[in-house]
């Protein structure tokens, strides 16, 4: 089992809604990630927060705000979606503030969500 | 930009076959090479990876990969498959930074 932990499992939510994806861990872990994993794609990087600074931003749309509260946290705060948004979302942890061979991602379980 | 290049998008293999799933990188300089694998509803988990020394690399439940320089390739492979392995299995590179790209993945089926 993952030990990067994803609430909710599932989210369904209208476009006017305004919701709000977790990650937790507790490895210790310097750098949290959020990617998003479309049906039949590989997953693609939207966030990085090393050391609880946020270091990568892939020109995500301003309506996916991300935000680490602390070292083992990491939120994205969802706001006036579109369906094309409806995706699996990917929270990801690695040892050090940067990936490389001693610092591998871990990932969690994801975040089913569908925009209606 | 680096990318990351899977030849085979889905792959049907009767148990006991043997695997190999290609994977191109093009980036010049030094990378750190991934495979990862994610089975149905279950969370992506590193089968193995490769920065330097021997090219022969060995993973977990009994997958290795063979790292080719001159090719650019860290190809994965399993001397016989089980119906367990059914997943999709992608191949990443990290060749600077924090930004791990993943290829496209490829979809084996294991038949029983």
């Known amino acids: 089992d993952t030990e990067v932990t994803q609430t909710p499992k599932h989210l369904v939510m209208g476009m006017t809604n305004k919701k709000s994806l977790k990650c937790e861990q507790h490895?210790?872990?310097?750098?949290m990630y959020w990617y998003k994993q479309k049906a039949k794609k590989p997953p693609e990087l939207m966030f990085v927060?090393?050391?609880?600074?946020?270091?990568i931003n892939e020109s995500v749309p301003s309506r996916f705000s991300p935000e680490c509260p602390n070292s083992s946290l990491l939120n994205l705060h969802l706001h006036a979606l579109q369906p094309e948004d409806s995706a699996l979302y990917l929270c990801?942890?690695?040892?050090?503030?940067?990936?490389?061979?001693?610092?591998?991602?871990?990932f969690g379980n994801g975040t089913r969500l569908t925009v209606t | 930009a680096q990318s990351v290049s899977q030849h085979n998008h889905h792959v049907i293999l009767s148990e006991a076959a043997s695997l190999e799933l290609g994977c191109n990188y093009s980036?010049?300089?030094?990378?750190?090479l991934f495979w990862y694998v994610q089975y149905p509803g279950q969370h992506l988990q590193l089968l193995l990876k490769y920065f330097s020394g021997d090219p022969l690399v060995k993973g977990i439940k009994g997958f290795e990969a063979e790292f080719i320089k001159r090719k650019f390739s860290l190809n994965l492979r399993k001397p016989s498959v089980q119906w367990s392995d059914t997943a999709e299995y992608f191949c990443?590179?990290?060749?600077?930074?924090?930004?791990?790209?993943f290829g496209a993945g490829t979809i084996l089926r294991v038949k029983s």
């Open positions: 990443a590179v990290n060749g600077y930074g924090n930004k791990l790209v």
């Open positions: 490895m210790g872990h310097r750098a």
């Open positions: 990801a942890s690695s040892q050090e503030g940067s990936v490389d061979y001693d610092s591998p991602l871990h």
């Open positions: 980036y010049g300089g030094t990378v750190n």
């Open positions: 927060y090393s050391y609880e600074k946020l270091s």
